[in-house]
């Protein structure tokens, strides 16, 4: 195995055990912006569908990670996979996410 291939299944290892944390809800730490918003702040956000959401995101991510460490895809579409990924986890995140008042 070479180098780059272990560093990006290590990746790959780190962003599932993200997920894992945040599905069985002690990693909500780790969601951008949540643990530092006020309790206002966080009272507008459904924390169940911003979980699933980074769940999906993490494991989305993974995959791409891991495809690339097996098969090397082209290095623009690796790029565009995880720009993918992390724009619709954003829209996701501030429309699904949000409560509905």
């Known amino acids: 195995m070479e180098k780059d291939m272990i560093g990006q299944l ?4 780190f962003l599932i055990l993200s ?6 809800g002690k990693g909500d730490w780790l969601i951008s912006g949540y643990n530092t918003a006020s309790q206002a702040k966080r009272a507008t956000y459904n924390i169940l569908r911003l979980r699933l959401s980074m769940v999906i995101t993490c494991v ?12 090397s895809i082209p290095e623009f579409v690796f790029t565009i996979c995880v720009v993918v990924v992390a724009l619709a986890h954003v829209v996701v995140a501030n429309t699904w996410a949000k409560r509905k008042e």
């Open 19 to 24: 997920a894992v944390l945040v599905t069985i």
């Open 60 to 71: 989305l991510v993974a995959v791409v990670v891991i495809l690339n460490a097996l098969i």
């Open 10 to 13: 290590l990746l790959a290892g």
